[in-house]
């Protein structure tokens, strides 16, 4: 008796998250913009977090960073002006005639047009900027993304494919502000480490001449009361000679003390 045959299910799709979805156009608009790619072979806006988007590109070499990092601010820069998704149904042949010349070189299909029997088609298009045959759901306006930064690219040249990996983040990471805590942590430390002494000097003091002034002082004061020199005042020289000593070095100086 022969097995009856099971027919493999066809996997379901996975759902997209309108955030990262909404994502792939403004990162497909930069794309277009930076390297002229306007056909998208596949994208996966199933993470909220995360996304990709893969376009077709005949280019022999995988973008150098500094192009990665304009793509990057591009995307970026589309998410701050805050432009709106406009989304609306129409008929195939008027969405066809409708965006025959393209928004930004890009026409309303990808790789893989949609199967000539459907006649109804949803088009999202952010001005200028991109426009795609696409049914899923989006955000209201790129302002809503946050923030894009770009992870990763495979370039598969064999099949003239680029892939781009990005994050969707609150907000991109102020590298000003981060330099200047940087800078303001390191001298809260050095504060902290000051040498000083009860001539109220300190390793901030770089001006030799006062520095020296003050050895002479303390010499003199103790010569003139006690014509000794004690270990106090040995000990606070040597103290006042150190910093002596660090300040020739900040100063670029050689010093043998």
């Not at 020296?212 to 005042?233: L, P």
Request: charged share 25%.
């Amino acid at each position: 008796m022969t097995e009856p045959q099971t027919v493999p299910k066809t996997p379901t799709p996975k759902a997209r998250e309108p955030s990262s979805d909404s994502a792939c156009h403004v990162v497909k608009g930069a794309l277009v913009t930076v390297l002229n790619t306007p056909i998208t072979i596949s994208v996966d806006c199933s993470n909220a977090k995360k996304g990709r988007i893969a376009v077709e590109y005949h280019g022999t070499e995988k973008p150098k960073e500094d192009i990665v990092k304009k793509i990057q601010d591009e995307a970026n820069r589309i998410i701050k002006e805050n432009i709106p998704f406009h989304t609306q149904k129409m008929s195939r042949k008027e969405a066809e005639e409708k965006y025959k010349s393209g928004v930004n070189n890009t026409f309303i299909y990808d790789k893989f047009p949609v199967p000539e029997a459907i006649q109804e088609i949803t088009v999202v298009e952010l001005k200028d900027w991109n426009v795609n045959c696409c049914a899923h759901s989006h955000l209201k306006s790129t302002g809503e993304i946050g923030a894009i930064s770009i992870t990763g690219i495979n370039h598969r040249a064999s099949k003239n494919e680029l892939e781009f990996r990005f994050d969707i983040l609150a907000s991109l990471p102020d590298n000003n502000n981060n330099n200047n805590n940087n800078k303001d942590k390191k001298q809260t430390t050095n504060n902290s480490k000051v040498e000083s002494t009860e001539s109220g000097l300190s390793s901030k003091d770089t001006n030799i001449q006062h520095i020296s002034q003050e050895i002479y002082n303390i010499i003199s004061r103790d010569i003139n009361s006690n014509q000794v020199m004690t270990d106090k005042t040995r000990s606070e020289i040597e103290s006042i000679l150190t910093i002596l000593k660090n300040a020739s070095y900040s100063k670029g100086l050689s010093s043998k003390i």
